[in-house]
């Protein structure tokens, strides 16, 4: 079954805890990016790649890395998390950066820090 | 920088009814592609519906249409016969064709619709 796939669903941490969400897809997509969501908000863009060893900065990246070194993986990284980095995070992909195809977003990780 | 916005951050529709939800959006190009997602409580994110700028015919997708107004920058989404099943959250979205934001989506802030039985 074609699918995004994000790790863990939920998790609750403590300021400074370096944490990590992973984020898998198998369509053999080139674009893969990060959003957050926040009430009022709608999704932000934080990364992007568009390919592998490819990423660059959405609208939102401070806080946040990412890396790319296979195709399929794209992880979050929060170095030093903070409670502004209480959200709602999607991965999503797409087969590529243009077009009108549509983008293939994972189950969301909801992420509480203390 | 391109910009959505919806302007309803609740609406409500009876069971079988139609209902319309707003979204204006802000651009300097003249290609790019728009988008209506649905999330349900189940946090998922489900593609309705998606409409090419340069296309004038609007989309349709069985109870789903849209109203797309170019020059006013309007992408409306209707859904006709609504289902408890339609209750969520919708977000217009929109994509650009070319330029240094290609790929990114830019998501409107969403609008809850409630279907009452």
């Known amino acids: 079954e074609a699918q995004v796939t994000q790790n863990p669903r939920y998790l609750i941490t403590v300021t400074g805890k370096k944490l990590t969400v992973t984020c898998s897809q198998n369509m053999n997509h080139e674009y893969m990016s990060w959003y957050r969501q926040d009430p009022g908000l709608g999704l932000r863009q934080i990364y992007y790649?568009?390919?592998?060893?490819?990423?660059d900065k959405g609208d939102v990246p401070e806080g946040y890395k990412v890396s790319r070194k296979e195709k399929r993986n794209f992880p979050l990284i929060l170095e030093s998390p903070s409670p502004n980095q209480t959200s709602l995070y999607f991965c999503a992909s797409s087969l590529s950066w243009g077009g009108n195809q549509p983008q293939h977003f994972g189950d969301g990780t909801r992420l509480s820090i203390l | 920088a391109q910009t959505v916005t919806q302007s309803q951050p609740e609406m409500s529709v009876q069971e079988a009814e139609t209902v319309t939800l707003s979204c204006t959006y802000d651009t300097s190009e003249s290609d790019y592609y728009l988008f209506w997602y649905k999330q349900p409580p189940s946090r998922q994110m489900i593609l309705v519906i998606r409409q090419e700028a340069y296309k004038q015919q609007n989309a349709t997708e069985n109870r789903f249409s849209v109203n797309f107004q170019k020059a006013a920058k309007s992408f409306s989404l209707k859904i006709s016969d609504s289902q408890l099943g339609d209750a969520a959250m919708y977000f217009c979205a929109y994509r650009a064709y070319s330029g240094t934001s290609y790929g990114k989506l830019t998501f409107g802030q969403g609008t809850i619709l409630t279907v009452h039985p």
């Open positions: 790649s568009m390919n592998v060893e490819v990423t």
